[in-house]
C-alpha cells in the first residue's frame, strides 16, 4: 500500500482458521493468494508501527502491482473494453460505500470541496479532502494507479510483446529519469506520473509471468538481475536518507522503492515457477480466501479502523480491570484492536466488493474469492 500513504496510527493478528481448507476455484493460485494476503497484513502493519524497514522486509504495493498485472493479462484474451469495464465495476462501488462515509465526515468536520469531488467519483487523479481525515483517504492513490495502469494495460500489453526481455528492462527508466533528469510537476499529475513510474516494472513483472516469459530464463540469470535491482535500490535508499527526510522508507523514496521492489517481487515470481505441482494446497485456507475476497474492504477500511481503534483504546483506560491487566500502552494492543475493528468492516462492508462482482451478497465467502484487480 509513498510518503503520501504513510499512516501515523498503532492498531491483531487474525488468528488461522479452523475450519478446512476450501477448494480452490478454478483457475485460482494459492501462491499469489498466499502473497496478497500477506501483502495487505504488512500494510496495515506499517501504517500502525510505521516500521521504515517494513519495505525491505516484504515490499507489499509491488507485490500488488505484480499480482494484479498478472491478472490483467490473463483477461485481456476477452475484449479490452470488456475487461476495463469489468475492471472498473468492481473497484468503484466498495470506493463509492467507502468514500461515502469519509466524505460525510469530512464535511460534518466543515470540510467543503470544489470541483476536484469529482475525483471521489472516478479516483483518476488524489481525491480532495481535509487534513483532519488525511489519514482516511490518502490510501486512494493506489486505486487510482491501480485505475490508470488498468486503462493502460491493452496499449502496454501490445508493447510489452513487441520485445518482451527489453521492454520490461526500459520499464524502469521513467523513474530514473524523474529522479535524475526531469522534475514532475506537483499536485495530481505529478503524484500520477511518480507512481505509475515507481510500479511500471511490477506491472509489466505480472505481464512477464502471465506469458511465459519470466519462467523461461535460466535461475542463474534471475538471481544476478534481480540482486542487482535489490543492490542498487537498497544502496540508493541508504545513501540519500538526506534528501528523503533522514529516513531509508521506500515509501518516501520512489526511486529505491522501484528498484528494490523490481527485485524482489521477481525472486517471488520466478519462485512460482520452481515450485511443485500442488505445493500451494496449504495456502488455500479460509483466512486467505477471505483475505482475497475482501482485498479491497480491507484495504478501504484499514485505516478507519486504525483511527477508531485510539479512542475506543482511550475507554478501555476508564475500566480499571482492563487498566491492570491489559497491555493499553503497547502498539501491539492497538494493532490487534485495529484488525478486530477491520474484522468489523469486513462483515458490514464486504458486501459491496460481492454486488461490484455481481455475486450474491455473503457476510463472507466460501470456496469463490474475488481478487484485488481479478
Excluded at 541508504?238 to 529505491?256: E, I, K, Q, W
Aim: charged share 15%; with cysteine; net charge positive.
Amino acid at each position: 500500500m509513498g510518503a503520501h500513504r504513510r499512516g501515523a496510527v498503532r492498531a491483531g493478528r487474525p488468528e488461522p482458521a479452523a475450519t478446512p481448507a476450501p477448494a480452490a476455484p478454478a483457475g485460482r493460485d494459492g501462491y499469489f493468494d498466499l502473497l496478497r494476503a500477506v501483502a495487505l497484513v504488512r500494510v496495515v502493519a506499517y501504517h500502525t508501527f510505521g516500521w521504515a524497514w517494513a519495505g525491505m522486509v516484504f515490499p507489499s504495493m509491488g507485490v500488488m502491482f505484480g499480482l494484479a498485472g498478472t491478472l490483467m493479462a490473463g483477461s485481456l484474451r476477452r475484449p479490452a473494453l470488456t475487461v476495463i469495464r469489468s475492471r472498473v465495476r468492481r473497484l468503484l462501488p466498495p470506493f463509492w460505500f467507502w468514500g461515502f462515509f469519509v466524505v460525510t465526515a469530512m464535511l460534518v468536520h466543515g470540510w467543503m470541496p470544489g470541483w476536484q469531488i469529482v475525483y471521489w467519483i472516478v479516483p483518476l487523479g488524489d481525491p480532495p479532502g481535509s487534513a483532519w481525515a488525511g489519514q482516511a483517504w490518502e490510501i486512494v492513490w493506489y486505486l487510482r494507479t491501480y485505475l490508470w495502469f488498468v486503462l493502460l494495460s491493452p496499449l502496454l500489453l501490445r508493447v510489452f510483446r513487441l520485445s518482451p526481455v527489453v521492454v520490461l528492462v526500459l520499464s524502469l527508466v521513467p523513474v530514473v529519469v524523474l529522479t535524475y533528469v526531469w522534475q514532475p510537476p506537483g499536485g495530481r499529475l505529478g503524484s500520477a506520473l511518480t507512481d505509475l513510474a515507481t510500479f511500471l516494472f511490477c506491472w509489466l513483472l505480472g505481464f512477464a509471468h502471465h506469458e511465459g516469459v519470466l519462467g523461461r530464463l535460466r535461475p542463474f540469470t534471475v538471481a544476478v538481475v534481480s540482486s542487482a535491482a535489490l543492490a542498487y535500490g537498497g544502496w540508493y535508499a541508504l545513501t540519500h536518507r538526506s534528501a528523503y527526510g533522514g529516513t531509508y522508507d521506500l515509501d518516501d523514496n520512489p526511486l529505491a522503492q522501484a528498484f528494490w521492489s523490481a527485485g524482489f517481487v521477481t525472486l517471488l515470481m520466478y519462485a512460482k515457477e520452481c515450485l511443485p505441482a500442488g505445493s500451494t494446497r496449504a495456502s488455500r485456507s479460509r483466512l486467505v480466501t477471505v483475505f482475497n475476497a475482501r482485498a479491497v474492504t480491507i484495504y478501504l477500511w484499514h485505516e478507519v479502523a486504525l483511527i477508531l481503534a485510539v479512542p475506543l483504546i482511550d475507554r478501555f483506560w476508564e475500566v480499571p480491570a482492563f487498566e491492570a491487566h491489559l497491555p493499553l500502552e503497547s502498539q501491539w494492543f492497538l494493532f490487534g484492536v485495529g484488525w478486530v475493528l477491520i474484522g468489523g468492516f469486513v462483515l458490514a462492508c464486504g458486501w459491496a466488493e460481492d454486488v461490484a462482482a455481481r455475486r450474491k451478497p455473503t457476510l463472507l465467502p466460501g470456496g469463490r474469492a474475488a481478487r484485488m484487480g481479478a
